[in-house]
């Protein structure tokens, strides 16, 4: 069963704020990349989680306004913004300028408290598969874009292959339970396109990941479950996830999307 994102992440906060794939540097580049951000730049950061985007755009633009649904995410992040304006020794910069523009905020992504055309980018990383409703988050991105304003995200996905579809969203709903769907690529071109995006670029990419990622901090019912999907596995099953061996480890491919949509 489904639950509230608050409620897990809640509990996982303070490891989001040290989780080596939240701080990714060269997907976090790539990101600002898409977003061809300005020094006067306006950014959301939707589903902020402890805020490692938000500082990866400070750097670059006027403002980020960092959102969660999530106190304790939000809590997180703060420290890390204090931490980092009052030591070189965090490693998200040394520059406090960096640090002095972002603001955390609690919000819904499903009803964004801001005004309409109010901000000139928007980014969402790694969290839209939690979304109860991804159309109606959509539709608040883009009402809160100015004309020519760019939404970046990037987020879990699947390709376009029905085993490999059903078992990665199985496997994420093991591993939570606030875990609604991984979209394909073609879903985030219809997606965005109704909620009023022209759908500028759509890139793939995959990691390979111990199963572990699955397993960590996860309840022992579902550890179980998740070791019995992949034992059970066929030949061309374990083929078409890449799953490998090494020292003892399991390994299988994860699916990543990053889309741009402008609003025109």
């Known amino acids: 069963m489904t639950v509230l994102p608050q409620t897990v992440f809640a509990q996982r906060a303070s490891f989001y704020t040290t989780s080596a794939v939240h701080k990714d540097k060269a997907v976090l580049d790539r990101l600002v990349q898409l977003a061809q951000v300005q020094p006067t730049d306006r950014v959301l950061d939707v589903a902020t989680g402890t805020g490692h985007t938000a500082f990866a755009f400070a750097p670059h633009v006027r403002e980020v306004i960092a959102t969660d649904i999530t106190p304790e995410m939000l809590a997180e992040g703060e420290k890390l913004r204090l931490a980092a304006h009052h030591s070189a020794g965090v490693d998200m910069g040394k520059d406090e300028g960096r640090i002095a523009n972002v603001e955390f905020r609690l919000a819904d992504a499903h009803d964004l408290p801001f005004e309409d055309e109010s901000f000139d980018i928007v980014t969402c990383r790694r969290a839209a598969h939690h979304f109860v409703d991804i159309r109606q988050a959509l539709r608040e991105m883009h009402r809160v874009l100015r004309p020519g304003g760019r939404l970046v995200i ?68 579902s550890v179980a479950e998740i070791k019995h999907i992949i034992a059970g596995l066929s030949e061309a099953q374990r083929a078409a996830l890449n799953v490998t061996e090494k020292d003892g480890e399991i390994y299988l491919d994860h699916w990543y999307v990053m889309v741009v949509g402008v609003k025109d």
């Open 154 to 221: 990037d987020d879990r996905s699947v390709p376009a292959d029905d085993f490999v579809d059903a078992t990665l969203n199985r496997l994420d709903g093991l591993h939570d339970r606030s875990h609604v769907r991984e979209y394909r690529s073609s879903e985030w071109r219809s997606m965005l396109q109704d909620a009023g995006f022209t759908v500028e670029a759509i890139e793939l990419y995959t990691k390979h990941r111990p199963l572990s990622a699955f397993t960590n901090g996860v309840e022992a019912e």
